[in-house]
């Protein structure tokens, strides 16, 4: 019976370590997703205040983008669709991400409810005995 006891008590411990393992590491992931969010976010409006400024300018106005260490003369037409699809893509990565933070929410949540019963059984166990 003793043996049982120490038994049940190492599978209680571990069963508890994992989860509480797997409770920490998803709340650093949905941290991480959340930096994640805020950097989509800042090139996202980047790319529309550039936008703005670039629309505004005389179609005159030479304009250059950064390859590598050069720069290379393009048109106005072609920085703005560049910029439009680069602040598409911010949104299109945000909303991925928010979708991706709600299934870690989701997965924490169920992580904290199945310790919390964990502890509840165990605090049961030990004064049944």
Request: positive net charge; proline residues 1%; aromatic residues 4%.
């Amino acid at each position: 019976r003793v043996r049982e006891a120490v038994v049940s008590t190492q599978s209680t411990g571990k069963a508890f370590t994992e989860l509480k393992s797997k409770t920490t590491e998803t709340a650093s992931r949905i941290k991480a997703v959340d930096t994640q969010v805020e950097q989509c976010k800042n090139r996202g409006k980047h790319a529309e205040l550039t936008y703005a400024e670039i629309e505004n300018a005389p179609s005159d106005t030479k304009l250059y983008e950064s390859v590598g260490r050069m720069f290379v003369l393009e048109t106005q037409d072609t920085i703005l669709e560049q910029l439009k699809d680069k602040a598409m893509k911010s949104r299109e990565q945000i909303q991925a991400l928010e979708q991706q933070k709600v299934y870690l929410s989701k997965n924490l949540k169920e992580s904290e409810q199945a310790l919390r019963e964990l502890v509840e059984s165990k605090k049961s166990s030990v004064k049944a005995s």
